[in-house]
């Protein structure tokens, strides 16, 4: 069983940055593939980054490519999301999701966040 905890999401002005935060339990955290994806009111929830156990080989959604830097800390059992240059567009709910498997679906995630909501105005 693994609970996770998002934090860091608030209201920034486009080209702001922000900081999201994940926090999990358990003592398994360096075994999971950790991933961030967004939900914008109305629409579907959608990848946005993902990082495996060993820290190596992030992926990234093409949106945010350049703009986005995931990373992981297994001695906090925390995973990060820095954005940067941030677009109106980027407005969701960020949720983070732990699986065994690296995928931009969200079929495979068994654990998820509540959701921490980021808001960029114009």
């Known amino acids: 069983q693994v609970q996770l905890v998002e934090s860091g999401g608030g209201l920034v002005q486009a080209g702001g940055s922000l900081r999201l935060s994940c926090a999990a339990s358990?003592?398994?955290?360096?075994?999971?593939?950790m991933t961030w994806f967004r939900q914008a009111p109305g629409k579907e929830r959608w990848f946005v980054a993902g990082?495996?156990?060993?820290?190596?080989?992030?992926a990234y959604a093409d949106s945010v490519k350049g703009r986005f830097t995931i990373s992981r800390d297994n001695a906090k059992n925390t995973v990060y999301l820095q954005m940067n240059s941030l677009k109106p567009e980027d407005t969701a709910v960020y949720y983070c999701?732990?699986?065994?498997?690296?995928?931009?679906?969200?079929?495979?995630?068994?654990?998820w966040g509540q959701g921490t909501q980021v808001t960029v105005s114009s």
């Open positions: 999701a732990a699986s065994q498997v690296l995928s931009t679906h969200t079929t495979p995630y068994k654990y």
């Open positions: 358990g003592r398994t955290f360096s075994s999971y593939v």
């Open positions: 990082i495996r156990g060993s820290g190596g080989s992030p």
